[in-house]
């Protein structure tokens, strides 16, 4: 596929610089361009985007108070919020310098809308063999005394207002471009897996690290995941002053949602539960309120602890199975099913039309190299949305019954989306309605559209696509 995928993909580029989106005509074959990010906009708005809130009548999806649904997909990469000193031993792993404005450009070439920002919480790890340092935090280092890393120690009573600025900057910049933005709070993995010394040695609340005499980890076991718990009380007021400080920084933008922690273990539930409630009883003495997520713990995590949470969205985890056959997804809270929290590094082409299809919203933890598979991900994603923005999402159920392929989202007898992951006919069910509904397919791994004429509903109907590759149908009602 690789030299044909090309052609397309430049194709569709030019497509996009020129501002054009052609299409088949009715009751033909003929091909068109695949939505690129400049193309795919019908039928968005260019009205201001407004704080989301889930959508009482399909909680599966936010709503930015048009009563419209919102569909968030996007890629994250992990040092999109602080700097870091990237040794030459892991430039195979990241670039260099990252370029955030052109990190920006990339989703919106893409025609993604979302991403996750991420924050560390150790000053320092190994990666690639090498020793990693990363800035700012939000506490000011001001001494005296000299911290384990070789930097000033931290004061945990005072916040380093440039951390804030640059957290607002970035959302801010994001916002220009119509993405919107978790602002992550905690950062829970590395407090479990990164490699010793420094994944205890390298974090602020390492009572070597602050001039306070907090102590992170009271039975000296080098790990301080008890700073994750509610154990420990002058902890807890001093993450609480932060999370407050930092939900100011932006809380009278629109394109923001709060994450608690990434991959903090079973043992933080609690925890988190307490930190959502945070900033849901700060916000709500203010004149925005934004939505607040959980994601799955790593380790000992299951879903059923996120789906139990106060949190408006969650993101579950399921491994590969989560990717190739996902469940439907949770009808209380907006699920963003995360590769990140599947398997890492993966994902396939199939997966953000899966998701679709089910009922979540996927996001892809994104290297941001050359990959193959991991381009036609980040396009799939972003057709992907071009056809959740065509239909009426709000009205539209996950409903695997009406189609043999099982990857069915509908709203009966007025409009189906269906994908094949496979090739070859496949029957969906139209006895909803006996109205005649137009034929429009989509072949993700070109790009090429055809409008094929019209069906009648009433009984089920078996529909042969134009190619034998996986592709997408829409049916809507006439």
């Excluded at 939505?291 to 985890?317: D, E, I």
């Excluded at 599947?342 to 299809?357: E, I, Q, S, V």
């Excluded at 239909?391 to 159920?397: E, F, K, M, N, P």
Aim: aromatic letters at 10%.
């Amino acid at each position: 596929m690789g030299r044909r995928y090309l052609v397309v993909l430049l194709l569709a580029l030019a497509a996009a610089a020129a501002g054009v989106l052609t299409r088949g005509t009715e009751g033909t074959s003929a091909p068109s361009p695949a939505p690129s990010a400049k193309s795919a906009k019908e039928p968005t708005r260019r009205a201001k985007l407004g704080p989301l809130r889930v959508l009482r009548s399909n909680p599966r999806y936010f709503t930015d108070g048009t009563g419209r649904a919102v569909y968030l997909t996007g890629s994250h990469v992990w040092w999109n919020l602080g700097d870091r000193t990237w040794p030459v031993e892991c430039l195979s792993v990241g670039p260099a310098r990252f370029d955030y404005a052109n990190y920006l450009d990339r989703l919106v070439r893409y025609n993604h809308n979302f991403f996750r920002l991420w924050t560390f919480e150790l000053t320092r790890w190994k990666e690639c063999g090498a020793t990693v340092d990363v800035a700012p935090q939000p506490w000011l280092r001001t001494g005296p005394g000299i911290a384990r890393d070789g930097l000033p120690k931290f004061d945990l009573t005072r916040l380093d207002p440039a951390y804030f600025a640059r957290l607002r900057r970035r959302v801010a910049q994001a916002g220009t471009r119509r993405i919107y933005v978790s602002v992550m709070l905690f950062e829970g993995w590395s407090l479990q897996f990164a490699q010793q010394p420094w994944r205890w040695d390298a974090h602020p609340f390492n009572a070597a690290n602050n001039v306070n005499g907090i102590d992170g980890d009271p039975n000296g076991d080098g790990v301080g995941t008890e700073s994750h718990t509610l154990a420990n009380r002058r902890v807890v007021k001093l993450q609480e002053r932060y999370v407050r400080r930092a939900v100011d920084a932006v809380n009278d933008l629109d394109n923001v949602l709060f994450e608690v922690a990434n991959e903090s273990g079973a043992y933080s539930t609690s925890w988190q539960y307490h930190m959502i409630r945070i900033v849901q009883r700060h916000e709500a003495r203010k004149r925005k309120q934004h939505p607040v997520g959980m994601t799955f713990q790593n380790a000992n995590g299951t879903n059923g602890s996120l789906y139990a949470s106060p949190a408006g969205w969650v993101s579950p985890a399921g491994g590969k199975p989560f990717l190739d056959d996902p469940p439907l997804a949770n009808a209380r809270q907006v699920s963003l099913s995360d590769t990140d929290h599947h398997c890492g590094l993966c994902g396939d082409r199939h997966f953000p039309w899966k998701a679709l299809m089910r009922g979540h919203n996927p996001i892809f933890m994104d290297p941001m190299d050359a990959h193959e598979e991991r381009e036609a991900v980040r396009w799939a994603m972003g057709n992907a949305r071009h056809y959740a923005n065509r239909i009426d999402l709000a009205a539209s159920r996950p409903r695997p019954d009406l189609a043999s392929t099982r990857f069915c989202l509908a709203v009966p007898g007025k409009e189906y989306l269906v994908y094949q992951p496979g090739s070859g006919a496949f029957s969906v069910d139209l006895r909803a309605s006996r109205s005649r509904f137009r034929i429009e397919w989509f072949e993700p791994s070109t790009g090429r559209r055809w409008i094929t004429g019209r069906i009648r509903g009433g009984a089920h109907r078996t529909l042969t696509p134009p190619v034998d590759t996986p592709v997408v149908l829409y049916l809507k009602a006439a």
